[in-house]
């Protein structure tokens, strides 16, 4: 990953790519981009790490594409610094189309596409459902500080929760030193992976050690950064001993923390979707006792976001499925516990009654705090760059 925006910064500080004139797609009528979108095959490249997002796409997605529009819809393997160095790899070699035509993004990788011109836009606002989505609302319109002007749509919106079973804790750690003297108390029993769920959990209490959380808006503040960052190695090394496998390995996925939490090896697991232990445990992969909760000392908000690359060669067709996934229809599917749980990005008072009633209607979120009970203790992301030394200096400071 530090290669990469090594690299992207070599390429942004000289010519910026021409990446065409992408007017004549964005003056045609909605109309007429359905009609153009129509008889093709796209490619979208996402995260495939879990199968019930998996089996919505192919199951519920795939097939509505291609009944209503006649698209057929390709899901491939791929996030992060692969999407980005693909694109890059495209852009550099003067190819005039790109082999993927939609991506699933977060801040990072936004960042990352928008310094090297690598994505399409603003295209947002001609997204019919685009009205059901309050982009004034800093947790949608913002993305890791930086504001989607269009070139990213929001899919989902979640906050990181702490996971853990009713019948091993009865009261869990709410501060970060009831959490430290809990690991102390209960020695293997923690840990923390070396992913992006791990990384956003050591945000979560960066931010929190700060007396001001505002100190991380805006652009990345070295200082800040190097004074909270302290804290939180000072704080983590202090307590490692006491970790899982006494802090000499971590786990390298969330999926292993899952693993582990469910056969009882973990007390603690988390999840970047507040509402993930439900549908775990539909699944039979979690105890029917396992909780979520967000500690009162809080934790990151963020919504993640659907990309169009600058050299797709169907924007039509992925501007189609862009506002399908932003549908009410699309969105009730995905925010059944049994199907994702993941949160949606639509204003409900934006929204027709009856889809309103639908969504308040939703059952099966029985084992996760009420969203309007937790977006109190929310933070947001802060700029991509937080997230990047965080990765690196976990490694120098901790792991290593």
């Given at each position: 990953?530090?290669?990469?925006?090594?690299?992207i910064?070599?390429?942004?500080?000289?010519?910026?790519?021409?990446?065409g004139?992408?007017?004549?797609?964005?003056?045609?009528?909605?109309?007429?981009?359905?009609?153009?979108?129509?008889?093709?095959?796209?490619?979208?490249?996402m995260?495939?790490?879990?199968?019930?997002?998996?089996?919505?796409?192919?199951?519920?997605?795939?097939?509505?594409?291609?009944?209503?529009?006649?698209?057929?819809?390709?899901?491939?393997?791929?996030?992060?610094?692969?999407?980005?160095?693909?694109?890059?790899?495209?852009?550099?070699?003067?190819?005039?189309?790109?082999?993927?035509?939609?991506?699933?993004?977060?801040?990072?990788?936004?960042?990352?596409?928008?310094?090297?011109?690598?994505?399409?836009?603003?295209?947002?606002?001609?997204?019919?459902?685009?009205?059901?989505?309050?982009?004034d609302?800093?947790?949608?319109?913002?993305?890791?500080?930086?504001?989607?002007?269009?070139?990213?749509?929001?899919?989902?919106?979640?906050?990181?929760?702490?996971?853990?079973?009713?019948g091993?804790?009865?009261?869990?750690?709410?501060?970060?030193?009831?959490?430290?003297?809990?690991?102390?108390?209960?020695?293997?029993?923690?840990?923390?992976?070396t992913?992006?769920?791990?990384?956003?959990?050591?945000?979560?209490?960066?931010?929190?050690?700060?007396?001001?959380?505002?100190l991380?808006?805006?652009?990345?503040?070295?200082?800040?950064?190097?004074?909270?960052?302290?804290?939180?190695?000072?704080?983590?090394?202090?307590?490692?001993?006491?970790?899982?496998?006494?802090?000499?390995?971590?786990?390298?996925?969330?999926?292993?923390?899952?693993?582990?939490?469910?056969?009882?090896?973990?007390?603690?697991?988390?999840?970047?979707?507040?509402?993930?232990?439900?549908?775990?445990?539909?699944?039979?992969?979690?105890?029917?006792?396992?909780?979520?909760?967000?500690?009162?000392?809080?934790?990151?908000?963020?919504?993640?976001?659907?990309?169009?690359?600058?050299?797709?060669?169907?924007?039509?067709?992925?501007?189609?499925?862009?506002?399908?996934?932003?549908?009410?229809?699309?969105?009730?599917e995905?925010?059944?516990?049994?199907?994702?749980?993941?949160?949606?990005?639509?204003?409900?008072?934006?929204?027709?009654?009856?889809?309103?009633?639908?969504?308040?209607?939703?059952?099966?979120?029985?084992?996760?705090?009420?969203?309007?009970?937790?977006?109190?203790?929310?933070?947001?992301?802060?700029a991509?760059?937080?997230?990047?030394?965080?990765?690196?200096?976990?490694?120098?400071?901790?792991?290593?």
């Open positions: 990953m530090i290669v990469i925006v090594a690299l910064s070599a390429c942004s500080d000289g010519e910026r790519h021409n990446t004139d992408d007017s004549p797609v964005l003056n045609k009528s909605w109309q007429e981009i359905l009609n153009e979108a129509g008889g093709t095959k796209i490619t979208m490249m995260w495939m790490g879990d199968p019930l997002i998996n089996n919505y796409m192919n199951g519920y997605v795939v097939p509505n594409i291609k009944e209503q529009f006649d698209i057929d819809l390709e899901i491939v393997s791929g996030q992060g610094a692969q999407i980005v160095s693909t694109l890059m790899s495209e852009l550099e070699s003067g190819r005039n189309s790109s082999q993927i035509d939609l991506i699933w993004l977060n801040g990072e990788t936004f960042f990352q596409l928008r310094m090297i011109d690598a994505l399409f836009g603003p295209f947002t606002e001609k997204l019919p459902n685009i009205q059901y989505v309050d982009m609302n800093p947790f949608i319109g913002i993305d890791f500080q930086q504001p989607v002007n269009g070139y990213e749509a929001p899919w989902g919106n979640v906050q990181l929760a702490f996971i853990y079973n009713t091993q804790i009865d009261s869990p750690p709410q501060s970060l030193d009831e959490l430290k003297e809990w690991v102390r108390e209960n020695p293997g029993r923690f840990t923390i992976p992913e992006f769920t791990g990384m956003t959990v050591l945000k979560s209490m960066m931010i929190s050690m700060a007396e001001d959380p505002d991380f808006k805006g652009e990345f503040n070295a200082e800040v950064y190097n004074q909270y960052s302290s804290r939180l190695w000072n704080y983590i090394n202090e307590i490692k001993p006491f970790f899982w496998r006494e802090g000499e390995t971590f786990p390298n996925s969330i999926s292993q923390m899952h693993q582990f939490f469910a056969n009882g090896e973990l007390n603690f697991t988390f999840s970047n979707n507040d509402s993930e232990v439900d549908n775990k445990i539909l699944q039979g992969l979690f105890p029917e006792n396992s909780r979520a909760y967000v500690p009162d000392f809080g934790t990151i908000r963020n919504t993640h976001y659907l990309g169009i690359p600058t050299l797709a060669s169907d924007k039509e067709a992925a501007m189609a499925v862009i506002n399908f996934l932003l549908s009410p229809e699309a969105q009730f995905k925010m059944k516990p049994e199907v994702w749980g993941d949160g949606t990005i639509l204003d409900m008072s934006k929204l027709p009654e009856n889809w309103q009633k639908k969504f308040s209607d939703i059952p099966g979120r029985t084992n996760s705090p009420p969203r309007e009970q937790i977006r109190e203790k929310a933070f947001m992301e802060p991509p760059e937080y997230m990047i030394r965080i990765f690196e200096d976990f490694r120098t400071n901790v792991v290593n």
